[in-house]
């Protein structure tokens, strides 16, 4: 089965740039998504396609996708930032959905 | 508004049954495929199932294939998951949520929580 690898953590100053990946065999050839979680609370799609915002998601919140990395890129971090962070993906060679493992992103 | 809302959870006994609703409200429920997804305490997000708006596609995850069923009623507007021989792993917080572009997951229902332990 397919698996998404994500980091369990990244730490970043306030203003600082925040980058989490995802790594996969040849993630390249998915459609990526990431949604940010914090406590007690329900995933909220932030990215999806790779690299689209769903409306109300700011700017800041960007993504790539190529080769067998995906990467969420947070520019000018907030301390409402703070959150887990997961990737996921549509296995149609299996028809499963994937989720990554998840990334904590603490705000210095 | 735009809203899921998840019921049914509770605690059970290894090996009984539970079944989980879904109501949906807001969007056009009949137009769109729906998940289950669930996370046991501490832990991450773990795909449970996938149904097509007109159920004739529906997918398991390895887990929980042959034990959990999942179904929909377009007409009431709900997804179900009929829950059966439930092991201790299976104590989770069940979300529903719905299908987007590429398979991505828009709109989350805050959980149910399904506790198995005797």
């Known amino acids: 089965s397919y698996v998404l690898t994500q980091p369990p953590s990244v730490s970043v100053a306030p203003g600082e740039t925040a980058r989490i990946t995802c790594g996969g065999s040849?993630?390249?050839?998915?459609?990526v998504h990431w949604y940010q979680q914090k406590p007690g609370q329900a995933p909220v799609l932030v990215i999806y396609?790779?690299?689209d915002r769903p409306s109300g998601i700011p700017e800041r919140f960007s993504g790539s996708n190529s080769g067998n990395t995906a990467t969420l890129t947070i520019s000018r971090v907030e301390a409402g930032d703070e959150a887990d962070y997961y990737c996921?993906?549509?296995?149609?060679?299996?028809?499963?959905?994937?989720f990554g493992g998840g990334t904590k992103l603490t705000v210095l | 508004e735009v809203q899921l809302v998840e019921s049914g959870g509770g605690l059970a006994q290894p090996g009984r049954s539970l079944r989980l609703s879904c109501a949906a409200s807001?969007?056009?429920?009949?137009?769109?495929?729906m998940h289950w997804v669930r996370q046991a305490p501490g832990k991450g997000l773990e795909w449970v199932s996938y149904?097509?708006?007109?159920?004739?596609?529906?997918a398991y995850a390895d887990s929980v294939k042959a034990r959990f069923t999942i179904s929909r009623d377009n007409a009431k507007k709900s997804l179900f998951l009929q829950m059966n021989s439930l092991r201790a792993e299976d104590t989770a917080l069940y979300f529903c949520?719905?299908?987007?572009?590429?398979?991505?997951?828009?709109?989350w229902g805050q959980g149910t929580m399904v506790t198995v332990s005797s």
């Open positions: 949520a719905k299908r987007a572009v590429d398979w991505s997951l828009d709109i």
């Open positions: 807001g969007f056009t429920f009949e137009d769109y495929g």
């Open positions: 149904i097509s708006w007109n159920s004739d596609k529906v």
């Open positions: 040849n993630i390249g050839g998915y459609s």
């Open positions: 396609g790779d690299s």
């Open positions: 996921q993906v549509w296995d149609s060679s299996s028809d499963h959905m994937v």
